[in-house]
């Protein structure tokens, strides 16, 4: 029995044919792969968000004043400016002496305003001329031991004359943290109070607090006094309290 061995031309051809066929049945199945969709999940369902309350809160808190801030002044008019200058210095000197003696820190002394100006009269004309000029020197002044502040008022009366000139006083406390704690305290307090009764009334219970605010801070009618006659001989004062008061602004969930 003879084998015959195909020739290396025949081989070739037939190596030639199966890729060929190879490639096509590749081709086919390409696009039945690629038309097959893809699986996906389904969306999570998401949660609905939870319901809040947003209330304002108002605390206030009050004690009386442990200071009193004066605002005292000289004024001078004479013929010229520089006789103006030097009147109304001579009258500031003896003011900020008059203090130091009541043993008012040099700490709790400031000017506030120094000022010249022109005064004008109208002559018969019509025309207005200057026929003066007119100095002053504005101050303010801290009195530490409150009980003394009449004194201090009368002394700076006493010292500056018809020179001297008081504008008002101011009541305070020195160190207002304390009151704006509490006061703060309060203000929590009342935000919490609320948004709980309206959790009650909406038939919810109250959650999580998601955010609180702070307004600023005010401290309303601080004890001001009105402005007094330099010639007032004796000056009663009523300090009364000091009041602070905080706002804040909450938002609590609803469970």
Known sequence: MTIRRPSAARTAR????TAVLGGLLAGTAA???????????????????????????????????????????????????????????????????????????????????????????????????VTAYQAGQNFSVKVRVIDRTGQVIG????????????????????????????????????AYDKASQHARLSGHRLGRLVSLTEGESVRPGAGAAPALAADEPSVPLAPGEIEEQVTVSAVYELL
């Not at 037939?14 to 044919?17: E, M, N």
């Not at 305070?172 to 307090?189: C, F, G, H, I, N």
């Open 31 to 129: 696009p039945a792969l690629a038309a097959a969709p893809a699986r996906t999940s389904a969306p999570a369902a998401q949660e609905p968000a939870p319901a809040t309350v947003t209330v304002a809160g108002q605390g206030r808190a009050s004690a009386a004043p442990d200071l009193a801030i004066l605002s005292v002044g000289v004024e001078a008019s004479r013929k010229t400016a520089n006789e103006a200058m030097a009147a109304q210095s001579t009258a500031a000197e003896a003011l900020l002496d008059v203090l130091r003696r009541q043993e008012i820190a040099d700490r709790d002394i400031r000017t506030d305003s120094l000022s010249l100006s022109p005064v004008y009269t109208q002559n018969a004309a019509g025309e207005n001329k």
């Open 155 to 190: 002394a700076v009366n006493g010292a500056t004359g018809d020179s001297g000139r008081i504008n008002g006083v101011v009541f305070d406390v020195a160190d207002p943290t304390s009151l704006r704690v509490k006061a703060r305290e309060a203000a929590y307090q009342d």
């Open 14 to 17: 037939l190596l030639a044919a």
